[in-house]
């Protein structure tokens, strides 16, 4: 079946930085659109980044612009978030979730059709 699997949270300071992970199995990578996303206690999740199956385009959301690169390794089925600047809004679970095969960028959380559990981010300011 198909795992998601999200590491490289913890604790930092703002400021800082952090680089999550994301390791998939059970799908064929390279034919799926990848994107994190992040929730925060009592908010509802959000996007946060995606970086399309074919050409690897990127597309983020305006509060992190600038701030949070996304990337992927079609060969270690493996899709990053590297994270700069980081600051107390920051803080939430990050998902990481897959789209596809072959799916344009996604308009709706529901279309996205595969998530990880997710991994912690805190920012102390």
């Known amino acids: 079946q198909v795992q998601l699997v999200e590491s490289g949270g913890g604790l930092v300071q703002a400021g800082g930085s952090l680089r999550l992970s994301c390791e998939a199995s059970?799908?064929?990578?390279?034919?799926?659109?990848m994107g994190w996303f992040r929730q925060a206690p009592g908010k509802e999740r959000e996007f946060v980044a995606d970086?399309?199956?074919?050409?690897?385009?990127?597309s983020y959301a305006n509060s992190v612009k600038g701030r949070f690169t996304i990337s992927r390794d079609n060969a270690r089925n493996m899709v990053y978030l590297q994270m700069n600047s980081l600051n107390a809004e920051d803080t939430a679970v990050y998902s990481c979730?897959?789209?596809?095969?072959?799916?344009?960028?996604?308009?709706?959380?529901?279309?996205?059709?595969?998530w990880g559990q997710g991994t912690q981010v805190t920012v102390s300011s």
């Open positions: 979730g897959a789209a596809g095969p072959w799916a344009g960028t996604p308009s709706r959380l529901s279309e996205w059709k595969y």
């Open positions: 059970g799908l064929i990578f390279s034919m799926y659109t």
């Open positions: 970086i399309h199956w074919g050409g690897g385009g990127t």
